[in-house]
């Protein structure tokens, strides 16, 4: 099992432009999560799905937009990228009857 | 609201040495679950372990222990006989039992040298 992967590992991107993280889980987890880590604040939740075709607000969900088309498959927009999404962007997942989230590897996100 | 203090920023050790993170948690729920992970320098997230609210027990794993006290809402960890592998930051959090979503804390990073 490949557990949580997420493409791409790292991007570059100008202010004003758009992009899609990608998250892809093996486990046939029914939640999945992203969430962003920034210096000193820990993670927290950007945006989260309970099951295919689902999809809430986390804590931080402005800027972001998320998508859940697929069960295995979880992705995060950004509509127009600002410096202040300059983050490491982590995607989550577990089952439902269990409560430890698996994480993937993160992606970095640089916007200049 | 859930809120999860990692009062120690930074800890340095020598190699050997114990060291103990703290964890001081806020809930209103009765039930809720308490998390350890760590990150090292490779930069995944990796699970260390889950305790349930009602479950006060204290487990250790290896050189790893966590004192669980919810008289002081505290959820504690020490590394024993502390190595240069585990250096790393060490993220608490905590989730209510109607919540999806974990409440971290600001994370310890952990320096341990040879």
């Known amino acids: 099992n490949a557990g949580v992967t997420q493409t791409p590992k790292f991007r570059v991107l100008k202010t004003g432009q758009s992009m899609t993280l990608l998250c892809a889980q093996d486990?046939?987890?029914?939640?999945m999560y992203w969430y962003r880590q920034d210096p000193g604040m820990g993670l927290r939740l950007i945006h989260y799905s309970v099951g295919e075709g689902t999809t809430a607000k986390g804590e931080v969900p402005d800027g972001y937009n998320v998508s859940r088309l697929k069960k295995q498959n979880f992705l995060l927009g950004l509509e127009s990228a600002a410096p202040s999404q300059t983050s490491v962007y982590f995607c989550?997942?577990?089952?439902?009857?269990?409560?430890?989230?698996?994480f993937g590897p993160g992606t970095r996100l640089t916007v200049t | 609201a859930q809120k999860v203090t990692q009062a120690q920023t930074e800890i340095s050790v020598v190699e050997k040495e114990d060291v103990t993170l703290d964890c001081v948690y806020e809930t209103r729920d009765t039930t809720y679950y308490l998390f350890w992970y760590k990150q090292p320098p490779s930069g995944e997230l990796v699970f260390l372990i889950r305790?349930?609210?009602?479950?006060?027990q204290n487990e250790i794993s290896g050189r790893y222990s966590w004192n669980f006290q919810k008289s002081t809402s505290s959820f504690n960890f020490t590394i024993t006989a502390s190595q240069v592998v585990d250096s790393a930051v060490y993220f608490c959090a905590l989730r209510g039992s109607n919540d999806y979503k974990l409440s971290f804390g600001a994370g310890t990073t952990v320096t341990v040298r040879a």
């Open positions: 989550a997942s577990n089952d439902s009857g269990y409560y430890e989230q698996y």
């Open positions: 486990m046939n987890h029914e939640y």
């Open positions: 305790r349930n609210s009602f479950d006060e």
